[in-house]
């Protein structure tokens, strides 16, 4: 039957279109005439007929809508919220379209106070009301500008108990009733009150809007774009109670800059331009070091492919170099727990000169874990080690025999993790 003005229609409804009759929306136009593809009723409005349809819109961010979320990750400039409702959106269905289920918010976007890390200011699970400043190409909203804005319900790291505005010590504005755990949340008006936020409510003195942090809580920050973990004011797993690991504390902010201790720092040459410069991390022959421009020109995509040759070159001479001088070293799996290093050196030391066997073992209990490390002087003669060794029989079991990476795992099971 074919579906005409004021029918009721469900998506595949034969909808009839007269002459001069055009189809509008919830109408598709196939190869067997006009179908309905939303259910509700046929409508024409001035000649062109759609389908007014029963059920709610889909509830889709718009900028300026007011969003109700949850802290679902941390990162180091940004917290990601999940968004559970948009208020401004009274009709429509409650469900969020997939691809806008989540929200960022940045970190000088959180309050109007220097914050370093977003993990300062919010901690994963907490119920925040954020206002949609950006929908395309993602979803980026702020708590800024708007007392109602900011952290609705908070719960505390340690212990999971509600977490209650508190002005008794200075930088931080809530507190924990049941231990001692005292951290600071960027609150809106509604904290503590639910959603609906009575009219005598103030807290955004508590934010101390404008305010610079004491020397105390400076140090305590996540400065440098810093984890949040290694933050204790932004750590959302532990409270106060956790000794701070040394690799994690601050030193007393300086002038122009952070509170963070500086990285130590590793004299390298830059494998790209061949200059003297600094890494953070111990240089790997091998790897690529490369100076502060060379990265920029990398990352921009202006390093030419005869630099990049060149670089590789580089590389390889080096390798090759740390190879002659380090030696060749193997990864032996499946060792039977009752070999002892000795027997590792005696069964790999007919193919040729070693300089280093190491027989892995549990730090706590010193059994061995079943693995371990060769290293040969000569790559020709781990070449052969392999060729023979692998797959053979040692001390009761079949084991593996191949050459190890810089990072301690085989090259071949690295690939399989990829």
């Excluded at 960022?104 to 699970?125: L, Q, T, W």
């Amino acid at each position: 039957m074919v579906a005409t003005v004021g029918d009721r229609v469900t998506p595949g409804s034969p909808v009839e279109l007269g002459p001069g009759i055009e189809a509008g929306e919830g109408i598709h136009i196939s190869e067997n005439g006009a179908v309905a593809v939303l259910p509700g009723h046929l409508v024409n409005q001035s000649g062109v007929i759609s389908v007014e349809s029963s059920v709610p819109p889909i509830n889709t961010p718009k900028r300026g809508d007011i969003l109700i979320g949850q802290v679902n990750r941390l990162n180091e400039k940004t917290a990601e919220i999940r968004v559970l409702h948009i208020e401004t959106n009274e009709g429509g269905h409650r469900d969020i379209p997939a691809l806008k289920l989540f929200a960022d918010i940045y970190v000088s976007e959180i309050v109007d106070r220097f914050i370093p890390s977003a993990g300062d200011a919010m901690r994963k699970r907490d119920i925040v009301r954020a206002k949609v400043i950006n929908v395309e190409p993602m979803l980026k909203a702020s708590t800024k500008g708007d007392p109602d804005l900011g952290v609705l319900f908070a719960t505390c790291p340690p212990c999971g108990a509600p977490l209650e505005a508190s002005d008794k010590t200075h930088d931080f504005n809530v507190e924990c009733t049941r231990c001692n755990y005292r951290g600071f949340r960027a609150l809106s008006n509604g904290f503590g009150h639910g959603f609906e936020i009575p009219e005598d409510s103030n807290l955004q003195k508590l934010n101390r809007p404008g305010q610079r942090w004491s020397e105390e809580a400076e140090s305590m920050l996540g400065h440098d774009g810093a984890r949040p973990y290694l933050s204790p004011v932004a750590d959302h797993r532990r409270g106060w109670i956790h000794d701070i690991p040394a690799t994690a504390r601050r030193t007393s902010p300086t002038r122009g800059g952070g509170g963070r201790s500086r990285r130590e720092m590793f004299p390298a040459i830059c494998t790209l331009c061949g200059e003297k410069t600094e890494v953070p991390f111990k240089p790997t022959p091998g790897k690529p070091l490369r100076c502060r421009k060379c990265m920029e020109k990398v990352d921009s995509g202006k390093a030419s492919k005869e630099d990049l040759a060149k670089e590789r070159e580089v590389m390889m001479e080096a390798r090759s170099k740390a190879q002659k001088q380090m030696g060749i070293k193997l990864f032996i799996g499946g060792i039977s727990y009752e070999a002892t290093e000795e027997d590792l050196r005696e069964a790999f030391a007919i193919h040729g000169q070693l300089k280093d066997v190491h027989l892995a073992v549990d730090k706590d209990t010193k059994k061995p874990r079943g693995f371990g490390f060769v290293t040969f002087s000569k790559k020709k003669d781990a070449e052969a080690a392999i060729k023979n060794m692998n797959k053979s029989e040692f001390k009761g079991r079949k084991i593996s025999v191949e050459e190890s990476s810089s990072a301690g795992r085989s090259k071949s099971k690295r690939r399989r993790r990829k």
